[in-house]
């Protein structure tokens, strides 16, 4: 009676951790950028208004964000964007940062989905463990034992953003048939969302 009840409630309990835990981080989080963005614009808006507006500096945030993706959707836009990308990798620590920063945020854009070509399976780290992975490029090697068909395949590591890239060749590549949202939401859950079965068809 006793361990069946410890048991339920550790049951209960670990279930509720798991759903309380992700919800509450995220409000968490969500109330953080809302803070730390709010503190920036307060004092301007406080200057002009005469008082404090709880808000309005997330709202300038929002506004800017949306403005920016306005002007990068347009020729003219495009161009003083990348006049300003010019600019910055003039700048020593900038240049060595800020290449590999953009080039990698760019990949998971909507619009330069197709930096991924496919959701694939490689053998990683090691022969007989596979890992997912997200083709980048194909590639031509030439060898002494003539040209062989390669494939550059990025293998997150931590999260999205950190991970190994591999090139290894097209015959080692296993297709899973997913799409690209498909995979990184596998990515993020911890495999929690990987079907079950492979490739998907």
Not at 46 to 58: C, D, H, N, S, T
Not at 85 to 100: E, V
Not at 109 to 128: D, I, N, T, Y
Request: no cysteine; hydrophobic share 50%; aromatic share 12%.
């Amino acid at each position: 009676m006793v361990t069946g009840l410890k048991n339920w409630l550790k049951s209960r309990f670990i279930a509720g951790f798991f759903f309380t835990v992700p919800v509450f981080l995220t409000a968490w989080l969500l109330w953080i950028f809302w803070s730390r963005i709010d503190d920036v614009f307060a004092p301007m808006y406080e200057k002009i208004l005469g008082r404090p507006v709880p808000g309005l500096g997330f709202l300038t945030a929002v506004g800017i964000i949306l403005m920016m993706g306005t002007i990068a959707r347009n020729v003219v836009g495009r161009r003083v964007l990348a006049w300003g990308d010019m600019i910055l990798l003039r700048i020593p620590i900038y240049r060595r940062l800020y290449p590999s920063i953009k080039m990698l945020i760019d990949s998971f854009s909507p619009e330069r989905r197709s930096s991924f070509g496919a959701v694939v399976l490689v053998e990683h780290p090691r022969q007989g463990e596979y890992a997912f992975g997200f083709v980048t490029s194909q590639v031509l090697i030439d060898t002494p034992h003539g040209k062989r068909e390669m494939a550059t395949v990025f293998i997150p590591t931590n999260n999205l953003y950190l991970g190994d890239v591999v090139v290894v060749s097209r015959d080692d590549v296993i297709q899973t048939g997913l799409a690209v949202e498909e995979g990184v939401r596998i990515i993020l859950s911890a495999g929690n969302a990987t079907p079950r079965q492979l490739p998907r068809v």
